[in-house]
């Protein structure tokens, strides 16, 4: 009887003092705008690739993601991350990061593009598959084929898409528009767009892409002219460095947001590269059906009507 006393005594021992257990962060409330002055405001409990669902309180609803005109975080601080929904594309404002938390964290929105005539890269602005790259990169072509890099624990595994569609393509600007469907098993990551009017000579950027096919290459480095005169428009010039392959992959600050798109660089020199500013990839988002292919027509890109003819007489 005496051991078992002991024994009882043993399990009735105090348990050694554990770690406090942080809160549940709450979800964020956020207002969508769906325009003609309507709104949702209520907390986001779910996304899926072509919906949205809020919780309102007394409610959950269910909103496409084709009537949302933008969301944006309903923090009452400053220092609450602002995020922003336009349509296929959206903006964040985080805070910056070391290049190397930066890249493993955007990583899987680049994508890298093939077709017949050579590969470039790109990145994923929408959760349902749109794809931004440069014009030059599809040219000549209807349909490519994308490398989405899925992320697999702590490493990477690469799914090809046959036979994409080329939706727009702004050969003016140099920048294309890609639709891939989402595969059932696979989560698309897509990447907010920067504001490249807030960019600043020496600001600290880096690009990730495929130069001559080497898949995930991350190159860094500064930009040296916000507003360099390159073919009748302007470029952020960089010293990041832009080789083929790189053609249409996106520019990060160290916010992770999209700052412009690399598209050209001078073959042996050194840090004279080039990256169309964000700005101009908005504008094409924006007005996307201005420049829609017509897979009726051999070529791509805007076509004007000729002038109407003088009445005679």
């Not at 805070?95 to 017949?116: L, Y």
């Not at 595994?157 to 890609?178: G, H, K, Q």
């Not at 600001?203 to 500064?222: N, Q």
């Not at 992959?249 to 004279?272: K, T």
């Amino acid at each position: 009887m005496p051991s078992l006393v002991v024994l009882l005594c043993a399990f009735a021992s105090p348990l050694p003092p554990q770690e406090p257990v942080a809160a549940p962060v709450a979800p964020a409330v956020e207002v969508l705008e769906l325009g003609e002055d309507r709104s949702i405001r209520g907390t986001v409990i779910k996304e899926s690739g072509d919906a949205v669902f809020v919780d309102l309180g007394f409610d959950v609803v269910r909103v496409p993601r084709a009537a949302i005109l933008r969301r944006e975080r309903a923090g009452a601080d400053g220092a609450q991350e602002q995020a922003r929904e336009e349509g296929i594309w959206f903006t964040r404002r985080g805070k910056e990061q070391p290049v190397a938390d930066v890249a493993r964290a955007v990583g899987g929105a680049v994508v890298r593009i093939e077709s017949p005539s050579g590969q470039g890269s790109g990145f994923l602005t929408s959760k349902d598959g749109h794809i931004v790259t440069n014009f030059h990169v599809v040219e000549g072509e209807l349909k490519v084929d994308v490398v989405l890099y899925v992320r697999d624990g702590d490493a990477l595994r690469t799914r090809t898409l046959r036979e994409v569609p080329v939706l727009a393509a702004n050969p003016a600007i140099d920048l294309a528009l890609v639709k891939i469907e989402p595969p059932a098993d696979v989560e698309l990551s897509p990447v907010p767009l920067g504001d490249s009017d807030e960019v600043k000579v020496g600001a600290e950027v880096f690009a990730i892409g495929a130069p001559i096919g080497l898949d995930r290459t991350v190159s860094s480095g500064i930009v040296s002219v916000t507003d360099r005169a390159y073919e009748g428009h302007t470029m952020l010039q960089i010293t990041v460095p832009i080789n083929p392959g790189n053609s249409g992959g996106p520019l990060f600050d160290l916010r992770g947001a999209v700052v412009g798109v690399n598209s050209a660089g001078y073959m042996g020199l050194q840090g004279l590269n080039f990256a169309i500013p964000s700005r101009y990839v908005r504008d094409f988002l924006k007005n996307r059906s201005a420049f829609a292919i017509d897979e009726t027509r051999s070529e791509h890109g805007v076509h004007f009507l000729p002038a109407p003819r003088r009445p005679k007489g």
